[in-house]
């Protein structure tokens, strides 16, 4: 509600614009406010008439705390028995105690406007996590995911580590390997063969892991640095910031041939991936990228592919006419994939890669 003197300071500031040239409608605009009620507030001026809802007395509300009850509950809840319990924790034990000074609500109103709404206790007070950046590729060797899964070995309890790299683009596996430990030197090594085999450059490429010891290592991180390799993890314990290898290793799990008892051995694991590998990266046909191999978009083929295609249904569509009720089949290019793409909310962040900013 604006003060009588805000009111008369604003009129003089419109008149002032008005006679400059403003118009009347583009002023309130700027302003907050609707032409109609700067109209209002000019003809209340001009008739001598005041605004005194401000200044008019307000009864109290009958189910209010008084000054004294506020008192009472704050100074209870600053005694040594309850400064580290929040109210939800208080209320009930007045209440044991055949205590009642007010609802759980009114003690955080309370607590809140006396500005002591604070995390009461010794563990740490929920935090909300930023996002990671959104990470876009435009093609293959620009945005890399990594992650470790479990195999179950042989020993009851015992598993093996799988490490692998798969870029977002292309969906293509471009290094893995398997050990019986997880550690940042492992994962470490991995990086450094796959970028030497893809030929990576200082800066070309993003790689996104999640929180774990061995992504976040020093060694991990001082490999990524000497390669130029631009480092993006997902929040702690959210695997939807790492979709890519989370559906990798479902696929891997889930495949028709995936053995129904644990691996004999290290060398066994390691015999059954390396055939998946091949299969996966030469042989099955992603969704995602159009049922083209992630071999085929790696390497640049799917787009001719993709286009054979869609005449081939042309052609089909010509022969047939009467047996199509509307398009072919959209054998389109995917051109754009994005890794945690932003919502609309935080639209106006810049993706965090160097080599393929938008």
Not at 29 to 36: K, N, V, Y
Not at 236 to 258: C, G, H, I, Q, W
Not at 267 to 283: C, G, I, K, L, T
């Amino acid at each position: 509600m604006t003060s009588g003197p805000d009111r008369k300071e604003i009129l003089e500031l419109v008149d002032e614009a008005e006679q400059s040239g403003a118009r009347h409608s583009r002023i309130a605009e700027l302003l907050g406010l609707h032409a109609r009620t700067l109209r209002r507030w000019r003809e209340a001026e001009e008739e001598g008439r005041a605004d005194r809802r401000p200044t008019a007395e307000r009864p109290r509300p009958v189910n209010a705390l008084s000054e004294e009850e506020r008192e009472a509950v704050l100074e209870l809840c600053n005694q040594p028995e309850y400064a580290h319990l929040p109210p939800s924790q208080i209320v009930p034990r007045l209440a044991d105690e055949g205590i009642y000074l007010a609802s759980e609500s009114t003690f955080y109103r309370i607590l809140r406007e006396a500005g002591q709404a604070t995390h009461r206790g010794r563990a740490q007070p929920p935090q909300k996590l930023a996002r990671p950046r959104p990470c876009r590729a435009t093609g293959p060797n620009q945005v890399w995911s990594w992650d470790i899964t479990y195999l179950a070995a042989a020993i009851r309890g015992t598993f093996y580590r799988l490490y692998m790299v798969e870029d977002i683009f292309s969906r293509k596996i471009v290094g893995w390997e398997i050990h019986e430990q997880e550690s940042a030197v492992h994962a470490s090594s991995l990086i450094s063969k796959a970028c030497l085999r893809e030929g990576i450059q200082s800066g070309d490429l993003v790689l996104h892991a999640d929180n774990g010891g061995a992504m976040k290592g020093a060694t991990m991180l001082a490999t990524l640095q000497r390669l130029g390799v631009v480092p993006s993890f997902s929040r702690p314990s959210v695997s939807d910031d790492n979709p890519y290898s989370e559906a990798l290793f479902r696929t891997l799990k889930y495949v028709p041939n995936y053995p129904d008892k644990p691996f004999e051995s290290l060398e066994s694991a390691r015999e059954w991936v390396h055939v998946f590998v091949a299969w996966y990266n030469e042989d099955h046909r992603h969704s995602a990228i159009g049922f083209v191999t992630p071999a085929q978009r790696h390497r640049g083929e799917d787009a001719d592919i993709l286009v054979a295609r869609k005449a081939v249904y042309e052609q089909a569509k010509a022969r047939h006419p009467e047996r199509w009720s509307g398009m072919t089949r959209d054998w389109s290019r995917k051109e754009v994939v994005w890794l945690n793409p932003a919502h609309d909310d935080d639209a106006h962040e810049e993706p965090d890669n160097r080599a393929v900013a938008a």
